[in-house]
């Protein structure tokens, strides 16, 4: 398994280097080359690329080097941090994008033109995106890892919106006088925007909720009372239970109170007995029973 979170991150890697940090740089410089609003929507969400798959990047890091246990809840959250920085960053440079697109539309000067280097650029971005896409399909059907799944998944995002701006591109050189074609380029800059925007609510959605420690699964409290319910002859009362949501998995403390005759050994075996059946119950969450006392319950709420 270590040897496949070092594949996972020389993949991401790879990634990061290309999709992120070189097309920030040769967006930006075709940009100012072109002055296609093409390129400036592209290096906005090289920018989030940027912040995202640098996190991907750092995690694999750790799970490469077996070092996931230091990092076992503050790894969940620095991925929903980055995330949510990340969509936020790109989502209000897109709104600026939509304005600058709609004047270029108006205007529709023709001094957008496109050079061989451009078209480099983009077939180029497809070949790699092709590439990668591939090997992160390989790796989910190898492991099922959530890193590969929402990577792959970002993969492809790109590899369509790469092959729509090849299409563009190729439409405004070829019929470079006809004034429709010509601004197809900002109906294609509006349209990737808003696919981009509403692909962003997801994650962000995601981001928000894990940083609350909100669980997603709404049945969750149904399941945990009629466990509880089931095993109530273990213990004397139950207080209430406490989330932390960090990535795909959900931390689950339950606060419980034991009869004062029940030895330590008697009242962990009955612990061990109640996480089993959550865990079992609930995908991806790992319980702790807490045993508290009335009084020292109270301590704690307060």
């Known amino acids: 398994m270590n040897n496949e979170y070092k594949r996972q991150f020389r993949t991401t890697l790879i990634n990061f280097i290309t999709a992120g940090a070189l097309s920030l740089v040769i967006t930006l410089y075709l940009y100012f080359q072109s002055r296609s609003l093409l390129f400036l929507v592209q290096c906005v969400g090289s920018v989030c690329s940027c912040i995202v798959l640098g996190m991907y990047m750092m995690i694999t890091r750790k799970l490469a080097l077996n070092k996931s246990y230091e990092y076992e809840y503050g790894m969940g959250k620095f991925e929903s941090i980055s995330t949510f920085l990340g969509y936020i960053i790109q989502d209000m440079n897109l709104l600026l994008l939509v304005y600058m697109s709609v004047l270029e539309f108006v205007s529709a000067a023709k001094e957008v033109s496109f050079g061989w280097f451009s078209y480099f650029y983009v077939v180029g971005c497809i070949v790699m995106n092709g590439y990668l896409y591939l090997n992160f399909r390989r790796q989910l059907a190898d492991n099922g890892s959530g890193i590969a799944a929402a990577q792959s998944a970002e993969t ?26 010509y601004r197809i380029q900002y109906i294609v800059c509006i349209g990737i925007i808003i696919v981009m925007l509403f692909k962003s609510l997801e994650p962000l959605k995601k981001s928000v909720n894990a940083l609350l420690d909100r669980c997603v699964d709404e049945d969750m409290s149904m399941k945990i009372v009629s466990i509880l ?74």
Do not use: W
């Not at 790109?158 to 405004?172: H, I, P, R």
């Open 229 to 302: 319910a089931k095993h109530a002859l273990l213990y004397n009362e139950f207080f209430t239970y406490r989330t932390r949501v960090a990535g795909n998995n959900i931390f689950l403390d339950v606060f419980l109170n034991y009869d004062s005759d029940m030895t330590v050994e008697t009242a962990l075996d009955n612990n061990q007995k109640i996480e089993t059946a959550l865990e079992s119950a609930i995908p991806n969450c790992k319980v702790n029973c807490i045993i508290v006392s009335g009084e020292r319950y109270e301590r704690i709420s307060r």
């Open 156 to 181: 492809l995002r790109n590899l369509v919106m790469k092959l729509v701006y090849l299409g563009a591109m190729l439409l405004v050189t070829i019929f470079s006088e006809i004034q429709f074609v």
